[in-house]
């Protein structure tokens, strides 16, 4: 069964201080790793697809990397409007089946 | 270019009745998925619809149904409500089914 874990729950910056956030997985057949932002009270926002290991991507202040057993999301010099839950997903091929499997997220925090 | 929109955005029911939910998808997209949303579970998938056809299902009971129309809109429905299913259901959107989706506001459900 597919499986996203991230680490840490949660983090607490100073603005200006760079940060990693951590995404395991185990999934039969990666099809795509994708990383979202989420704001209290809104859905989901798409930030990122990742297809293979060595792939990276970048978005202002916010890069994210692929391996073949973990994705990590760097943020550079973090700004107090980062401030999110950021939340992994993984699709894999199992069966037929695309769905998405995502981690609990990330709660970032960044204190100006 | 409306977003995703979600009716209605709060709900109280009791135990034992049924909830419809409606989900409006962004003009022009075809692909709608659902998800729930708890603080322990995370963001769960549940159903995902494509040109009026249920395409992938989560690993919900029964209870769970959903359908969609013929102008892409989408309902969810969730029968003989127990406590658990309170949550806030995720409602997303995309052009061709993928997960590059639109996320609507989602509705918050109380089951009491």
């Known amino acids: 069964e597919d499986q996203v874990t991230q680490s840490p729950e949660a983090l607490r910056l100073q603005e200006g201080e760079s940060s990693s956030l951590n995404c395991s997985y185990t999934?039969?057949?990666?099809?795509?790793l994708f990383w979202y932002r989420q704001d209290p009270g809104k859905g989901p926002e798409f930030l990122f697809t990742l297809y293979s290991a060595g792939e990276e991507k970048e978005k202002e202040r916010l890069k994210a990397t692929l391996t073949k057993k973990e994705s990590f999301l760097h943020i550079t010099a973090p700004k107090p409007e980062d401030s999110a839950t950021y939340l992994c997903?993984?699709?894999?091929?199992?069966?037929?089946?695309?769905?998405?499997?995502f981690g609990k997220g990330t709660k970032l925090t960044v204190n100006p | 270019k409306a977003g995703v929109t979600q009716t209605p955005r709060y709900l109280i029911k009791t135990r034992g009745q049924q909830v419809t939910l409606s989900c409006s998808p962004i003009?022009?997209?075809?692909?709608v998925s659902w998800y729930q949303q708890t603080p322990g579970q995370g963001l769960q998938f549940l159903f995902e619809?494509?040109?009026?056809?249920?395409?992938n299902k989560g690993n919900f009971p029964g209870r769970f149904s959903g359908r969609q129309f013929s102008n892409s809109r989408s309902e969810m429905n969730v029968s003989t409500l127990e406590l658990g299913d309170s949550a806030l259901y995720l409602c997303?959107?995309?052009?061709?089914?993928?997960?590059?989706?639109?996320f609507g506001p989602g509705t918050r459900l109380t089951v009491t």
């Open positions: 619809y494509f040109s009026e056809t249920q395409r």
């Open positions: 999934v039969s057949g990666l099809r795509g």
């Open positions: 997903a993984v699709q894999g091929f199992q069966g037929g089946s695309e769905k998405l499997v």
């Open positions: 997303a959107s995309s052009f061709n089914p993928g997960p590059e989706q639109y």
């Open positions: 003009s022009g997209h075809r692909s």
